[in-house]
């Protein structure tokens, strides 16, 4: 009866905590919003470790807080998320280790599914990102599923990269890169009608890289966000920030939240004149 009774009160506190989102998100949208914000999801493991935890249990708060971070991003109109949440780096970790975590992956992965995910509520559409043949095959296989059963959704776009190194996925679009213009004959024609020569045609450019990259049908990120107060990338999407605003708050990834997250916004506001210049120039010398 007790728990009967409070549910009617929690369902009134719901709707005006979403009543007071969509008032704070609209006054936020008055200035100048970021298209894509990426997440180094860093402090799980020293989130349990603080307190005393099981090891592995930070990683599951950690998903909670990426369900409740995609929720706020939807609601504000930014159209691409990107989170690092397993670095090839990360296979060196004790082999016990590496499988819980797996295991934990694919249970996530499955979660999104559900229909009651946010996936479904929200028309997220998920990519994975990274050397997927790297993964333990069950995770590789939903991860596959993931990204056919979303591939017609409209909403956001989540981009997971697993498995992921930048260094690698530059690595693999440049092989990429280099097997297209080999596969070309020695002398052809392009789109306009002009005739290209062998040796031009063996040169890789810029172009052709990042038409190769993990990330070629999307944005460059505007925000990157890592959580737990490190300053470094390690090996995260380095080609496509060159121009992003580095944001490194001081929560672990669990304790990560909403205010942290309108912070960001804000600053990436304020420096947005000088972003927008650099980018600008960039085109010219470009």
Known sequence: MEKHDRKPESNIFASVWRFLRRCLFLVLSLGPMPNHIAFIMDGNRRYAKRRNAEEGSGHGVGFTTLTSICQYCYEMGVKYVTVYAFSIDNFKRKPEEVQSLMDLMKEKIDELLEEESIVQKYGFRINFWGSLDLLSEPVRLVAEKAMTHTANNTGPVLSVCMAYTSTNEIMRAIKKSCARKSSRPQGYVNCDGESVCADINSYVTVADVEENLDTADCPDPDIVIRTSGETRLSNFLLWQTSLSHLQNPSPLWPEFSLRNLIWAIL????????????????????
Request: proline share 5%.
């Open 267 to 286: 600053e990436y506001q304020k420096i947005y004149p000088y972003l927008e210049a650099r980018r600008r120039l960039t085109k010219k010398e470009n």
